[in-house]
């Protein structure tokens, strides 16, 4: 007599139109132990597939908890992987809480119901802050310090704690925290890509902080990694090595421009506020001070190692050969 096969995992994203959601979807339909994947969002993704079924979703609303764990309970969900974040800050900053912050605690209510055997959460190192005071390489173990002028950390470090919370009053739910470092390369779009695309950049005088930062493809893979584990607990997802901000420019070629930081301050108020520019005054800190992660532990627990060096991750966000590299890296150095 032939064993019937087991019937495979089910998982529901939210934020799935996100690089990271998206990414995420077009792994998990290649993958023959998954049999079906919710994708969850306010607009349809562009991904097509046999598992992939589509429910508008709006995190926004003051009764999604309901239709959610409906559909979670229907679907049987057993992993849930909870994306719905924002990649670069808005001026909407009222409708950005309610979307993470309040949409965080949505999620939950449906999530404390039904219990998923697996809940992965997306979140950012920038959770850490840049403060003066950060050592090299800050654990998974460090405050999470936002910035106090930042309503788009902020309101990511609260959905974090949300979080954290949960995973202790619901033990018997595999709750995975992963903190991505800032995610560059040839496809993805968010703070830093925009902000490294523009021809000239503020360098702080007195001050050249390392920077970190993953390729895209390195990050979708750690997170179709933390689908598949077991392991619990917060992990930092960052690149191969680290480079001074001024070393980072000269690969972009971008020009650098060396201001007081009272000046690069009152000029970045009046162009965030006149929309000039895609990333407010707060960010300015992250060009002053260290927010550098230590990915040891992702490594020992998770098996997630970054594949490319934060050097060719840089070429490859400005779509340089492999072969002309060597030669735009040496030219940078020099």
Known sequence: MSSTPKPGRV?????????????????????????????????????????????????????????????????????????????????????????????????LNACAGVEPRRFVMISTTLVYGAHAKNPNFLTEEADLRGHRDSRFVNDKVRAERQVQRFAKEHPSVEVCILRFAPIIGPTVSNMYTRFFTRPVAPVMMGHDPLMQFVHEQDAAFALQKAVESKATGAFNIVGKGVLPYTTVLALLGRVPVPMPQIVARQLSKVLWATQLVGSPPSFLDFLLYLCVADGAKAKRELGFSARLSIKRTILDFLGVAPEDGATDVARAQA
């Open 11 to 107: 998982v529901a994203v939210t934020g799935a139109c996100t690089f990271l959601g998206t990414a995420l979807l077009r792994r998990l339909e290649e993958d023959a132990r998954i049999s079906r994947v919710l994708a969850l969002d306010v607009r349809e993704p562009p991904v097509r597939g046999t598992k992939i079924e589509f429910v508008r979703l709006d995190l926004t609303q003051p009764t999604v908890d309901g239709e959610l764990a409906t559909l979670l309970q229907r679907h049987q969900v057993d992993t849930f992987v909870h994306g719905a974040f924002l990649s670069h800050p808005t001026h909407a900053a009222e409708w950005a809480h309610e979307l993470e912050d309040v949409g965080t605690m949505h999620v």
